[in-house]
């Protein structure tokens, strides 16, 4: 017993982290753990060495778990008693929680320091919960592993062209722009009375198509992508895991080296790739170029990790900062790229209007969430909407301007909005949900192949075609519903025309 060694600490450092990783091992790689270990790590050796200065080693490793437990239970523990009432008034907020969980450390360490039991039975009794708790969540994580392979995406393509070869240094860069969750014109309407024809009229007198009823061909940006940047269904994907199935990791990988990103690379393209700030699409380990400029909670995981925290009274705020900045910085960056030398195919994922960050005039928006299934404002979604129509407005002016060779742009939402919730799945919320904004900007009269209901699926497709000398049958223009409690299991499936 004397020889029990005090390792429990550090165990549960590195399992509140490890448990993320398991418990979202469909969106997060092991690289975005590396820096909230070691900040874990680091985190509980100076809480140890602090204790330290008023209790013996064992005692002081029992007030650090202590206190490790505790911070990482206080965002679960927050959310789940949040909104519990006594006689209209809210029990549980941060300021009583916070001041509960000081009353339980205090407690702790007036026990602790009065205590002249040595604790070691508790100690190895620590080490072994520890020990099994990390064993647990790496048993999960290899079992996710094992049963989530990769998804074999099939390239039906013809080869290109002899001509098309030839003509490689008359190719147009290439901007695939996706606006989260912005609505067709329609819906604006008809969901939140806001008139979107200026903006609309635009586009048309900037040379854009816009095809006035199109759909997404999925409700979810990670279904919505992986079927758009692969051109083609997820169909062989859906047979691989089973409709019951909730991982996302296989779809997420598809984002990485995409068809559609093998195709430019065979051409000679440079893939320029800006980071959201969104899981999937916040790395591209193939990108020529990638802007991910450093951000103090810069990954979704970091962003969920430490809204788990007692850190979480504060991060949501942190969270607003950088996703602001984020876009800010991409916009900016993004009109410096037809100044790259050579061809450019440029992919970015803005998160708005999904969730709006903007007042109308670019002013700070703060947020009671920052969870994309959440119901937001009317009000703040066409305030972000007329922001966001301002800078792409700009950001159109420069590319089209500085660009040498006429590009092709595919301004696309990814699907539409929800201005009632997802609570219940009505044929109302299927119709608002898929109905999306989607123009293109194809030069020397490509545009005549295009036509009004056009889903994301077939962009590509009909663009290779028309400008690569390629073969790609256009797909049927089709939508497929499902809801995020099982997003494989299509309940609504339609054409679109």
């Known amino acids: ?14 399992y509140f982290i490890i448990f993320i990783w398991a418990y979202n091992a469909s969106e997060i790689s092991f690289s975005e753990i590396v820096l909230p270990i070691f900040v874990s790590l680091f985190f509980t050796t100076a809480s140890f060495m602090f204790f330290r200065l008023w209790l013996d080693n064992v005692k002081a490793a029992v007030m650090t778990s202590s206190l490790l437990i505790l911070f990482f239970s206080y965002g679960h523990v927050y959310n789940l008693t949040q ?29 602790l320091k009065k205590r002249k ?61 996706i606006l989260d969750g912005y609505p067709r014109a329609d819906v604006l309407a008809e969901a939140y009375s806001y008139d979107n024809s200026s903006f609309i009229s635009m586009l048309k007198s900037k040379g854009f198509y816009v095809a006035s009823n199109s759909r997404s061909n999925y409700p979810m940006t990670f279904l919505s992508l992986a079927s758009s ?30 068809l559609l990103q093998r195709f430019f690379k065979r051409l000679g393209y440079k893939t320029i790739y800006f980071a959201s700030g969104w899981g999937p699409t916040n ?74 960050l903007f007042k109308k005039n670019g002013e700070p928006l703060s947020l009671s969430s920052f969870s994309l ?44 909005s929800a201005s009632d919730g997802w609570q219940v799945i009505t044929k109302e919320l ?18 005549r192949y295009l036509y009004k209901s056009i889903t994301p699926v077939n962009s590509f497709r009909l663009i290779f075609n028309s400008y690569f000398g390629t073969n790609y049958k256009l797909l049927p223009d089709r939508v497929y519903f499902s809801t995020y409690d099982y997003p494989y299991k299509f309940t609504e499936e339609f054409d679109n025309n």
């Open 283 to 356: 790395r591209n380990k193939y990108a020529d170029i990638e802007f991910k400029k450093f951000c103090l909670l810069s990954s979704e995981v970091i962003s969920n990790l430490v809204g788990s925290t007692w850190l979480q009274p504060f991060s949501l705020r942190f969270i607003e900062m950088d996703a602001r900045k984020r876009i800010l910085d991409a916009f900016a960056e993004l009109k410096n790229i037809p100044d790259i030398d050579g061809q450019k195919f440029t992919f970015v994922h803005f998160l708005i209007p999904h969730t709006p």
């Open 430 to 447: 299927v119709q608002e949900r898929t109905a999306i904004l989607n123009a293109y900007h194809l030069p020397d009269n490509g545009s």
């Open 83 to 111: 909104g519990i009432r006594m006689f209209s008034f809210e029990i549980v907020r941060h300021r009583s929680l916070s001041l509960l969980y000081i009353c339980i450390l205090t407690s702790i360490f007036i026990i």
């Open 117 to 177: 039991s040595n604790f070691l039975k508790i100690t190895r009794y620590l080490n072994y919960v520890a020990i099994i708790l990390i064993a647990i969540a790496l048993i999960n994580l290899a079992g996710y592993t094992i049963k989530n392979t990769t998804w074999n995406i099939s390239n039906d393509a013809g080869l290109l062209s002899p001509q098309a070869l030839s003509e490689k240094s008359k190719f147009p860069d290439v901007y695939y722009i």
């Open 229 to 258: 940047l692969n051109m083609q269904y997820l169909d062989k994907l859906v047979e691989k895991v089973g409709p019951g199935a909730k991982g996302k990791r296989i779809p997420n990988e598809a984002y990485q080296n995409s």
């Open 373 to 416: 299934k959440a119901k937001v404002s009317k009000d703040d979604y066409i305030n972000q909407i007329i922001f966001l129509n301002k800078k792409v407005e700009e950001l159109l002016d420069s590319i089209l301007s500085k660009s040498k060779v006429d590009p092709i742009i595919i301004l696309q939402a990814d699907h539409g």
């Open 1 to 14: 017993m004397r020889k029990t060694p005090v390792l429990h600490p550090f165990l549960f450092a590195l």
